[in-house]
Nanobody
Framework: VQLQASGGGLVQAGGSLRLSCTASGRTFSMGWFRQAPGKEREFVAAITWNGDFTRYADSVKGRFTISRDNAKNTVSLQMNSLKPEDTAVYYC????????????????WGQGTQVTVSS
């Protein structure tokens, strides 16, 4: 499965951005991780293939919303009320059998897209 991410960019604190990721095949779950400079890659959000279950990192709950369009094999991450600490490279991720919050357990990765939030 290949993942193609899009979106990201530069925004002021309090602003919004939307990330999208399209998969070449169906997977059990899709989601996003992020990696800030000097830090480990961390889980952000994920959603099951039918959209009936979502999971979020505590740091983004209430601000980020993940959704999925199976007709297009696409997952989107709507990021609102962005903070400077959300600045990172965001990676689309997918798993064949589960939702994973550990970067080392992810089955498929997309390319990263930069999100920069200025204060």
């Amino acid at each position: 499965v290949q993942l193609q991410a899009s979106g990201g960019g530069l925004v002021q604190a309090g602003g919004s951005l939307r990330l999208s990721c399209t998969a070449s095949g169906r997977t059990f779950s899709m989601g996003w991780f992020r990696q800030a400079p000097g830090k480990e890659r961390e889980f952000v959000a994920a959603i099951t293939w039918n959209g009936d279950f979502t999971r979020y990192a505590d740091s983004v709950k209430g601000r980020f919303t993940i959704s999925r369009d199976n007709a297009k094999n696409t997952v989107s991450l709507q990021m609102n009320s962005l903070k400077p600490e959300d600045t990172a490279v965001y990676y689309c991720a997918a798993d064949r059998l589960r939702i994973t919050v550990l970067a080392g357990d992810v089955d498929y990765w997309g390319q990263g897209t930069q999100v920069t939030v200025s204060s």
